[in-house]
């Protein structure tokens, strides 16, 4: 093993940036800091602000009625007196007045744990995960809930069992909404037969959404072996996962909390992947989802992804199956498979294998610099301008996770422009000559060591560190 | 910071290697070409975009959501008899009625599956399969002619796999990088002179910004330019969104720099409509007649360029031919793609109509592929852009010899 390089791999490739200091404390046993990590409830992130998904939901519902409400009022009105103002615009800004501050609440409170963090490994773990199962903010409701799910459906679990934490994720409220299986009906469920009695117009029945993504992104992998039925019929399992306080007949239960609504479930025994599951209400598709864990194709799909995040964009194939090997072997213990990351050689050949991305390289400038997460929606600021806004991938596949998708010209542009925003905000009060090594310990290049150290100012030496060509990686 | 700084900047960048040769892709008549590439992301639904209203399954596949017939209220806009075009498309329609866009329909890539991933993929690498080629074939394409200093562009932060290759391409997108100071920008250029990856980036960057720059000095002097061309796409002012506002703006100041990339390249998402699709008004609707405002500005900032422009809209799949349980559509197969510009002998819908009947549908739920997508990008790049038919078969899209270029997609 390379060691000059081990504690610049560990603090920058396995955590999330050195801060000054943390390079020295990892000393000689890169791989030691990073086991003790894994020990120890993982941290969970509470303050005032930081409400449950069940309650935002609640709200939310709530303040979608009101505007529910406004609007067949001012249809009413507009009938009797075409014209007349529509009151329900005032009222509708009242949901993303709602959400957008709690966006703002859990973007400055995750930003601020990635910042702060002594355990910086688990902390990217736990945004592999979060992005491993990807909700986007483009998708109502969602702004006021990605982030409790990040809390609640993710970091109690990033040190479990997968197959708890792919429970956890696809019961969450925020996945079910993300992905539609609130709405989706089995078209045999008794909801369905008694719509056709009373002759409605409107058909209801099964969207495939949550069990496709289910399937093809956060267990066997695209090419993991199932067919065009077993989505069909795994989204038939899984109807009736829905969410409490939705209105109507349907607001049994409680509001913006999951619920298994039998009325809405496709009844009868159903054939998932060649295995049979018989119908007991939610343990239905609670089984299929322990099954999907302990498949061969889930090991390997998730071992390549974490390779590819920890090792390389494209890893090499003997350490993909040596952690495969650590999930199934383990039946998914994820602590296993992470020391099992952690032991393997292929990590420690290549100092700065992998391209940040804008949120690395974001995050890794706080930590090195020290810089202040600020209140307000400065923190929101960096993550637009850099075009990795938190939370908002855009599709349920997540961010993409290789160079290329990431290296463009205009891209480094922008990474340049920060820099010199940062450079021009800190000026002398940093020494960048001092943090240079701190921060880059074995990878600082003496290019790199003399820019910075030759720089015309303060602001500038900033910025010549920042883009630095061995700070763009990791 | 004004133009001369800004070239002097790039010129720095480039090593001194900046400006362009005189390569422009040309027309045999010898006029320069443009081409714009419109990914749309998600999985555009082909039967709500261009409905087949005189399909007679098609209303009870749709229901509720079924557009009635162009000439009823709050119907299509008529096209060729049998197939409408969504409302929202207003644009589209005068370009039809202007044989200026052909709409193709029950087109598909190689690609059967339904993931949005190896969808785009596939769409992107130009080959039958995903991940089987790590570049795309606009690029290929573009590596086949003669070398330009920027051959493409990418209008985003980075660049998307189907402009990914051998080809100098680069991406662009607004920045505030004239605030940045000379000698700090020196100082990196320096720095980055050892790290392959990032010396290109930023020269290509540079070079970028500097066009960018060039096209807006010249836009201030000569206001004419800007202003909108006749037709009924200028008469009222148009609803683009910022984002798109800005790419179109961009894209087309790229485009008419004599120097300046022949071909640019945006991608939209948000097509992906699983649940509450709506009809002639709603979800999707919003979302075309947003998509359909920013073509109306290319075309206007485009200005004369426009007659040499050909734009070609493209999504990974289509949706079912069936509204699902939700007011939605699943991932489908067979779907739509449109060309349009002036450079487009249009007024046509192509389509090889596969119907819509239980036993036509692809799986049961599919409309049936019946057009390869590659047929269609021969034509485009054969004609339009002039590359060869030996590398169209070769390099740009390999193993694809069963799709036979469509010919006369432009006007010679």
Not at chain 1, 370 to 387: H, S
Not at chain 2, 385 to 405: D, I, T, Y
Request: proline share 6%; charged share 20%.
């Amino acid at each position: 093993m390379q060691e000059p390089f081990a504690s610049a791999i560990a603090a920058n490739r396995f955590g999330l940036g050195a801060r000054p200091g943390e390079l020295a404390a990892i000393g000689s046993d890169a791989r030691s800091w990073l086991r003790a990590q894994l020990l120890g409830a993982p941290p969970t992130l509470s303050s005032a602000e930081l409400r449950s998904a069940a309650q935002i939901l609640a709200d939310a519902l709530g303040l979608r009625r009101q505007i529910q409400a406004a609007r067949r009022a001012d249809a009413a009105v507009t009938a009797a007196a075409p014209g007349a103002e529509a009151a329900a615009n005032e009222v509708q800004k009242k949901l993303p007045q709602f959400l957008r501050p709690i966006y703002v609440a859990e973007v400055t409170a995750r930003l601020q744990q990635a910042v702060s963090t002594e355990r910086p490994f688990l902390e990217r773990l736990t945004q592999f995960w979060s992005n491993h199962f990807a909700v986007s903010i483009d998708k109502q409701f969602l702004a006021g809930l990605a982030g409790s799910f990040e809390r609640e459906a993710i970091r109690p679990h990033v040190l479990g069992n997968f197959s708890e934490l792919l429970l956890a994720a696809e019961t969450h409220p925020a996945m079910l909404l993300y992905l539609d299986n609130h709405l989706s009906v089995g078209p045999h469920s008794p909801e369905a037969l008694r719509r056709e009695q009373h002759q409605a117009q409107r058909k209801i029945g099964i969207n495939e959404n949550l069990a496709r993504e289910i399937l093809e992104l956060h267990t066997l992998g695209v090419g993991g072996g199932y067919t065009q039925t077993d989505v069909t019929t795994f989204a038939e399992v899984i109807t009736g996962w829905s969410i409490g306080g939705e209105g109507g007949r349907f607001a049994a239960a409680d509001p913006g909390r999951f619920i298994f609504r039998a009325e809405l479930h496709e009844p009868g025994t159903k054939v998932v992947l060649s295995r049979r599951y018989r119908d007991d209400g939610f343990g239905q598709g609670a089984a299929v989802l322990r099954d999907l864990a302990r498949e061969r194709a889930t090991a390997h799909f998730i071992a390549t992804k974490l390779a590819r995040h920890f090792i390389a964009d494209d890893p090499p194939r003997a350490a993909v199956e040596r952690l495969a090997e650590a999930f199934a072997h383990s039946g998914g213990d994820l602590p296993t498979v992470y020391r099992a990351l952690i032991d393997a050689r292929e990590v420690w050949v290549q100092p700065l294998a992998k391209y940040k991305t804008p949120a690395d390289y974001i995050v890794s400038s706080y930590r090195g610099l020290g810089l202040p997460v600020e209140a307000g929606r400065a923190p929101l600021a960096p993550f637009e301008l850099l075009g990795q806004r938190t939370w908002q991938p855009g599709s349920p596949a997540g961010w993409p996770d290789r160079s290329a998708d990431w290296d463009g010209a205009s891209a480094l542009i922008k990474r340049i422009e920060w820099a010199d925003a940062v450079g021009a905000r800190l000026g002398s009060r940093c020494d960048a000559t001092g943090l240079a090594p701190e921060l880059l310990g074995a990878n600082l290049s003496e290019p790199t060591r003399l820019a910075v150290a030759r720089a015309a100012s303060g602001a500038q030496a900033v910025t010549l560190l920042l883009a630095a060509p061995e700070f763009m990686r990791r | 910071m004004q133009r001369r700084e800004f070239l002097n900047l790039a010129a720095l960048a480039a090593g001194g290697a900046l400006l362009p040769a005189r390569l422009a892709l040309a027309r045999a008549d010898g006029r320069p070409t443009r081409f714009v590439l419109v990914i749309l992301r998600g999985a555009l639904d082909g039967l709500a975009a261009v409905p087949p209203c005189g399909d007679p399954d098609y209303r009870a596949l749709r229901r509720e959501f079924a557009l009635r017939a162009p000439g009823e209220s709050g119907g299509a806009l008529p096209l060729d008899g049998f197939f409408g075009l969504h409302p929202s498309l207003r644009f589209m329609e005068q370009s039809y009625a202007a044989r200026e866009l052909i709409v193709l329909h029950a087109l598909a890539s190689p690609y059967r599956e339904r993931s949005h991933f190896d969808g785009q993929d596939v769409l992107e690498n130009g080959s039958a399969r995903p991940h089987a080629l790590q570049s795309g074939w606009l690029n290929r394409a573009l590596a086949a002619l003669p070398a330009r200093r920027e051959a493409g562009v990418a209008l985003g932060q980075n660049v998307p796999l189907v402009m990914r290759g051998p080809a100098a391409v680069t991406s662009w997108s607004s920045s505030k990088l004239s605030a940045l100071d000379e000698d700090t920008l020196g100082r990196i250029t320096d720095l980055y002179s050892g790290d392959a990856l990032l010396s290109a980036r930023l020269a290509d960057a540079l070079a970028a910004n500097a066009m960018a720059a060039a096209e807006s000095a010249d836009m201030e002097m000569s206001p004419a330019v800007a202003a909108p061309t006749a037709g009924a796409a200028a008469a009222k002012p148009l609803a683009v969104n910022a984002r798109y506002a800005e790419i179109v703006h961009a894209a087309a100041g790229f485009l008419r720099e004599e120097e300046g990339p022949r071909v640019a390249v945006f991608d939209t998402s948000g097509w992906d409509t699983h649940a509450n699709e709506g009809a002639a008004e709603g979800q999707l609707a919003g979302r075309l007649a947003a998509l359909d405002a920013a073509l109306a500005t290319l075309r206007q900032e485009l200005g004369p360029a426009w007659s040499d422009t050909a734009v070609l809209l493209v999504t990974e799949f289509g949706r079912t031919a069936a509204l699902n349980g939700t007011r939605g559509t699943d991932h489908g197969t067979a779907t739509v793609a449109f060309l349009l510009g002036g450079a487009v002998a249009g007024g046509r819908v192509i389509a090889d109509w596969p119907g819509l009947s239980a036993r036509a549908l692809y799986q049961g739920r599919d409309l049936t592929a019946t057009l390869d997508l590659r047929s269609v990008l021969k034509a485009v790049l054969a004609e339009h852009l002039a590359v060869p038919g030996r590398a169209l078969e070769q390099s740009v899209f390999p193993e694809s010899a069963a799709a036979k270029p469509l010919r006369g997609l432009i006007r010679s």
